[in-house]
């Protein structure tokens, strides 16, 4: 019997052995973002955070993010309390959390002279809103900071990219939590979709796309399966554009049976 030790390996066998190798050493080298690149696998919300908290601390030399909010406090209604009531908040003049941390945010934005107190503002608010996510009847108040907050990381902060973070990091972990779309829930995403689109991030977009579909109901699903193949298709991805363009119930829409016949002729000709 020949010795495992000293039998022979094919050469087949010895690339795929070198190339799995190759692979993680390239990632202990490079790290978790090259091995996601390698490997096609989206980061997760855990590291999504991470990298929007390490370039924030970098553009700005802060850890914590935090912000003095006393002088604000007591104008904000406790959504659990009597406070948030009509008759009592007409006494009281107690606004809800988003509209009073919003102006808050707004003015400080207004304030900032420098990209790096923009990028402050833009920390300081994602990190009030972390906590306010963390409790249910705070969590719409804490959305629409998220979203501000990305807001501002595209303009005035001129930075298409951490807006785009934002939104994969908080908007979309959030979405995935809902069974279905209802309208704050197709607000999220379709903010998401401008976000990507303003980043130039197609992949996210698509991502976006796909989010809609599993969660959309009736005509709704229908729309946004030809919105994702018109993208697919103006990427190249013509066989997918395909067959997410025959998914759709409503086969009687003016164009469609066009629109097949052109994906399935771009197929044939691109092989793609």
């Avoid at 590291?47 to 935090?66: C, D, H, M, P, S």
């Avoid at 604000?72 to 509209?99: L, Y």
């Avoid at 402050?120 to 998220?146: F, I, N, R, W």
Wanted: some cysteine; aromatic content about 8%.
């Amino acid at each position: 019997m020949q010795n495992p030790l000293t039998k022979s390996v094919s050469p087949r066998a010895a690339a795929i052995s070198l190339g799995a190798v190759l692979l993680v050493l390239l990632g202990i080298w490079y790290g978790p973002a090259a091995f996601r690149h390698m490997t096609n696998r989206p980061p997760t919300t855990a590291e999504v955070r991470k990298t929007i908290w390490k370039y924030l601390a970098k553009q700005t030399g802060e850890k914590e993010f935090t912000v003095d909010l006393n002088s604000v406090t007591n104008g904000v209604a406790d959504p659990g309390s009597d406070a948030a009531s009509p008759a009592r908040r007409k006494n009281r003049k107690a606004f809800p959390t988003q509209v009073v941390y919003s102006k808050y945010f707004q003015q400080k934005q207004a304030e900032a002279s420098t990209y790096k107190a923009l990028y402050k503002v833009v920390g300081q608010e994602l990190k009030l809103a972390e906590s306010l996510l963390e409790t249910t009847d705070q969590k719409p108040a804490g959305l629409a900071l998220v979203m501000e907050s990305s807001r501002y990381a595209n303009s005035p902060t001129e930075n298409p990219w951490l807006a785009a973070r934002i939104c994969e990091g908080y908007l979309w972990p959030e979405v995935a939590t809902r069974d279905k779309i209802d309208s704050p829930t197709e607000q999220l995403l379709g903010f998401c979709e401008n976000a990507f689109r303003d980043a130039g991030e197609t992949n996210n977009l698509i991502r976006n796309y796909r989010m809609m579909i599993a969660k959309a109901q009736g005509s709704q699903v229908d729309i946004t399966r030809f919105r994702l193949s018109r993208l697919l298709e103006d990427t190249g991805q013509y066989r997918e554009a395909l067959a997410c363009l025959q998914q759709m119930t409503n086969t009687n829409k003016n164009g469609y049976k066009k629109r097949v016949a052109f994906l399935q002729e771009k197929v044939k000709s691109s092989g793609n």
